[in-house]
């Protein structure tokens, strides 16, 4: 199983990005999935979940509004369409595959399978 996002970059303050997520080696309409991010000496967050067709979708109030998290089944490949980028949103963005369910999308524990990151950076 491998999940490589990509995306990540430098960016000012207030302008927009947009992450990916390709998925192999799962059947990906089977998995919701989640975007998590994690600051320098901070500990790893929810960012994003969307559920398994796209029909439910969930964010912490830090991003609600800003973020969208979309997903393409025929691609296996989720998004993450970032706006009004804060400098606090600085962090290595992570992707993650949990099997079927979407309850509790928001606790790491729950997910089976993580990418490796990017990093996103945002100027003041």
């Known amino acids: 199983v491998q999940l490589q996002a990509s995306g990540g970059g430098l960016v000012q303050a207030g302008g927009s990005l947009r992450l990916s997520c390709a998925a192999s080696g799962i059947t990906f309409s089977s998995y919701t999935m989640g975007w998590f991010r994690q600051a320098p000496g901070k500990e790893r967050e929810f960012v994003a979940s969307i559920s398994r067709y796209g029909g439910i979708t969930d964010y912490p109030d830090s991003v609600k509004g800003r973020f969208t998290a979309s997903r393409d089944n025929a691609k296996n490949t989720v998004y993450l369409q970032m706006n009004s980028l804060k400098p606090e949103d600085t962090a290595v963005y992570y992707c993650?595959?949990?099997?079927?369910?979407?309850?509790?999308?928001?606790?790491?524990?729950?997910?089976?399978?993580w990418g490796l990151g990017t990093l996103v950076t945002v100027s003041s």
């Open positions: 993650a595959a949990r099997f079927l369910s979407y309850s509790g999308t928001s606790e790491i524990e729950r997910y089976n399978y």
